[in-house]
Nanobody, 116 residues
């Protein structure tokens, strides 16, 4: 299983980016799919997480700012990031946990830099 994250880049404060995470298998194979980020010198933190049959959870710091969505036909999940701030600068990782929680997969990460 591979997760291919893309869409990062350099954006000015207040700007928007949409990250994509394409899975090499059907996303129905996963119970949980999420986005995490890691800023320099900080621990990796959950940003948004879709739990099948439950809901999508967001970190308090991004509620109302980021939106996670998915396209089942394309086996892809997205993270729409609006009103970006310098503190959103980080490497963003896609994560997926298989049905039965037997496997935990990570994408390679995509850099998001918010700077003027």
């Amino acid at each position: 299983v591979q997760l291919q994250a893309s869409g990062g880049g350099l954006v000015q404060p207040g700007g928007s980016l949409r990250l994509s995470c394409a899975a090499s298998v059907s996303i129905f194979s996963f119970n949980i799919m999420g986005w995490y980020r890691q800023a320099p010198g900080k621990q990796r933190e959950m940003v948004a997480r879709f739990i099948r049959g439950v809901n999508t959870n967001y970190a308090d710091s991004v509620k109302g700012q980021f939106t996670m969505s998915r396209d089942n036909a394309k086996n892809t999940v997205y993270l729409q990031m609006n009103s970006l701030k310098p503190e959103d600068t980080a490497v963003y990782y896609c994560n997926a946990i298989s049905v039965g929680a037997t496997m935990n997969y990570w994408g390679q990460g995509t850099q998001v830099t918010v700077s003027s």
